[in-house]
Nanobody
Framework: QVQLVESGGGLVQARGSLRLSCAAS????????MGWFRQAPGKEREFVAS????????YYGDSMEGRFSISRDNGQNTVYLQMNSLIPEDTAVYYC?????????????????WGQGTQVTVSS
């Protein structure tokens, strides 16, 4: 079965950086888009970023553009999320998501597989 395992979360001070990783297994990773979402306590799941199957196309949520960068290594079956200039409002559980198709998407319904999540906490 498809498995997605996130790592790299933690506690960071405002204006700091973190890089999240998501290791995928169980299907041909290079055939599908991948995404990152986040969910803060009491809030709905929010789109963060997505990347096409070949890494050519990327798409970001409004508040992440210019601060976050998504990338993938199809040889390592891994997708990354580089987060810079973090602010306390970025505090959330971050989820890796496996797409249903090869194209990027912003809606959770476009993703059929989810990791367990990794906590990111940004202190002021």
């Amino acid at each position: 079965q498809v498995q997605l395992v996130e790592s790299g979360g933690g506690l960071v001070q405002a204006r700091g950086s973190l890089r999240l990783s998501c290791a995928a297994s169980g299907r041909t990773f290079s055939n599908y888009a991948m995404g990152w979402f986040r969910q803060a306590p009491g809030k709905e799941r929010e789109f963060v970023a997505s990347i096409s199957y070949n890494g050519v196309s990327t798409y970001y949520g409004d508040s992440m553009e210019g601060r976050f960068s998504i990338s993938r290594d199809n040889g390592q079956n891994t997708v990354y999320l580089q987060m810079n200039s973090l602010i306390p409002e970025d505090t959330a559980v971050y989820y890796c998501a496996g797409g249903r198709t090869s194209n990027t998407g912003w809606s959770p319904s476009e993703y059929g597989y989810w990791g367990q999540g990794t906590q990111v906490t940004v202190s002021s």
